[in-house]
């Protein structure tokens, strides 16, 4: 099994510019999620799915869209980005039933926006 | 809101030394809490994972509890290594929506050789 895995792992755009963040798994979870890792306040939460077709927001949403058309990909997407998204962005993913919910994440996409 | 707190921010100590990190969270109706290791320019690894009904899950040298009811866990590192070095996350869901985790901001720990 890969497990999480995601691409790019580095990416520097221009303000305005828009792009797709993409995040893949192979253990049939059914829960994905994308978080954002700023320098002194832990990782917050953008969107997340808890199953194809079916996605909601979490704590810092704006400026992002996602999609979940399969089990296994949940692309994050910038629409017109700006200096204040440049961040380390994470996906993870997990089962969703009971005693089932532990995080596995992927390695990351290092954003910088100029 | 749940606010998931680490402190202290970071922490150096010598090869061999037994030392504990901490957590704590401002809501106690949690559904489990998981304890993460982070390398730099890495993503996160899973050490841990305490359901609310436990009081402690060990790992070889890693040991973590939880007590719900003070809304507090710590993870006990014992004979640490240099290899150890790293920034330790803790997260917390809740029993609404268990696949939601809360972060804290995580406790950069280093190991002298």
């Known amino acids: 099994n890969a497990g999480v895995t995601q691409t790019p792992k580095f990416q520097v755009l221009k303000t305005g510019q828009s792009m797709t963040l993409q995040c893949a798994q192979d253990m049939n979870h059914e829960y994905m999620s994308w978080y954002r890792q700023d320098p002194g306040m832990g990782l917050r939460l953008i969107h997340y799915?808890?199953?194809?077709?079916?996605?909601d927001q979490g704590e810092v949403p704006n400026g992002y869209n996602v999609s979940r058309s399969t089990t296994e990909d949940f692309p994050l997407r910038l629409l017109s980005a700006a200096p204040s998204q440049t961040s380390v962005y994470f996906c993870a993913s997990s089962y969703t039933f009971e005693d089932h919910n532990e995080q596995f994440f992927g390695p990351g996409t290092r954003l910088t926006v100029l | 809101k749940q606010e998931v707190t680490q402190i202290p921010a970071a922490l150096s100590v010598p090869e061999g030394e037994n030392l504990v990190l901490n957590c704590s969270f401002t809501d106690s109706a949690i559904y489990n809490l998981q304890w993460f290791r982070q390398d730099p320019g890495k993503g996160l690894t899973s050490l841990l994972l305490?359901?609310?009904?436990?009081r402690e899950q060990t790992s070889g040298r890693l040991n973590a509890s939880l007590d719900k009811s003070s809304g507090r866990s710590t993870l006990y590192i014992a004979a640490s290594q240099p290899g150890d070095s790293a920034t330790y996350l803790c997260?917390?869901?809740?029993?609404?929506?268990?696949?939601?985790?809360?972060f804290g901001s995580g406790t950069k720990l280093n190991v002298k050789p």
């Open positions: 997260a917390v869901s809740r029993t609404i929506n268990f696949n939601k985790f809360y």
């Open positions: 799915s808890v199953g194809a077709g079916i996605t």
């Open positions: 305490i359901q609310s009904s436990q």
